[in-house]
């Protein structure tokens, strides 16, 4: 068996897969394609230490590093089921079982995205998702916001500290943030709001141009042109396969302790499929180093 087996082979994983590697213990890693959600993204600016790197480059290397030591990589693999025996058990679509003494998972998480034209042809071209990420790219500029959760007006907030302009538009009658969000957003003179709005289209030509939307109480088709439009309509975690297992929150993420520890022993988790607030590389990264010392700390007293 494995001492310690990351499932998920994004920075989260690959984090954890190097500094239990570098234990001396018996480490393996099965994910659904090595590298995560960085695969999908353009450019890097806070990755801290790299001034500027696009996301296939950084997987690259994180593979590299990895490669470096004596780690057991099952790349193309989708874990199924996990299940705790005196060992536990990662059960894999292929049918085989690997089983490991202490687990990590890091199966990470994806956008909601809101499937209208235009999104995936100009992902990266104008549709975002990450506002600590790509807000600075546009600068001085017009954009969109889609969803009035949360999610949705900090970005909306946040980026209009950065942008010219934000056109929120939310689907319902009214927004579902926060009240005190709420205040914020209201408050700043560069926001326009547009409730009962469905997103119809997002146009463009290279890059983003403009967005359609559709006012509900009318019926009416409205044209924005803008250069940028950020989906806030929920992050998911890839948590459905763990059933009733591991124990996650209301939105799917697993509940972890400030060691990275689930509700199951030798079970821990990191990165974005976890309740940590906030979802970027460098934080998956420092919570897959904690989770994998965690796991060296539960194998050497258990
Ligand atoms: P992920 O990167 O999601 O990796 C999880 C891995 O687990 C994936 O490979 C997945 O295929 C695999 N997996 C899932 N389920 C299973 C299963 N059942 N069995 C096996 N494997 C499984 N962050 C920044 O800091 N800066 C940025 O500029 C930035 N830009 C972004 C741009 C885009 C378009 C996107 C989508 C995200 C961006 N992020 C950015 C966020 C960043 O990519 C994530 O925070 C980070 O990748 C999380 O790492 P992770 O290892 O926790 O999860």
């Known amino acids: ?15 954890a897969a190097i500094y239990a590697a570098r234990k001396g213990i018996r ?8 590298g995560g959600q960085i695969l999908d993204t353009a450019g890097i600016e806070n990755f ?13 290397s994180l593979e590299e ?33 690997l089983k490991s003494k202490t687990v990590i998972l890091s199966t990470g998480a994806r956008w909601r995205n809101v499937g209208v034209p235009g999104e995936a042809e100009f992902k990266n071209k104008g549709v ?6 790509d807000g600075p790219l546009f600068a001085g500029k017009h954009v969109a916001v889609i969803g009035g959760g949360n999610s949705g007006i900090e970005a909306a907030i946040d980026l209009a500290g950065i942008v010219k302009h934000v056109t929120v538009l939310e689907f319902m009658d009214e927004l579902k943030a926060d009240a005190v969000l709420q205040d914020r957003l209201y408050s700043l003179p560069n926001v326009t709001v547009i409730k009962n709005a469905q997103t119809k289209e997002i146009t463009g030509t290279d890059s983003v141009n403009g967005i359609t939307y ?5 019926g009416t088709e409205q044209h924005v042109q803008l250069e940028g439009v950020f989906v806030q309509i929920g992050l998911v975690p890839n948590t459905d396969w763990l059933g009733d297992t ?9 509940i972890v302790d400030k060691h990275g520890a689930t509700n199951i022993p030798g079970v821990f988790a990191a990165g974005d499929c976890t309740n940590a607030p906030n979802k970027q590389i460098i934080i998956s990264m420092g919570s897959g180093a904690n989770a994998a010392l965690g796991a ?7």
């Open 65 to 97: 590093h990895a490669k470096d030591y004596k780690i057991d990589i099952m790349n193309l693999q989708r874990a199924t089921r996990l299940e705790k025996k005196d060992l536990i058990e990662i059960e894999l679509e292929n049918g085989a079982v």
């Open 296 to 302: 060296f700390d539960y194998l050497v007293r258990n």
């Open 48 to 60: 801290i230490s790299v001034k500027r790197t696009e996301g296939p480059k950084l997987a690259a």
């Open 214 to 218: 559709i006012e509900r109480e009318t």
């Open 128 to 133: 975002a998702y990450c506002p600590h990420c």
């Open 246 to 254: 591991v124990e996650r929150n209301r939105f799917g993420e697993i």
């Open 1 to 15: 068996p494995f001492d310690v087996l990351v499932v998920g082979g994004g920075p989260g994983g690959a984090s």
């Open 27 to 34: 480490t393996g890693i099965v994910t659904e394609r090595f």
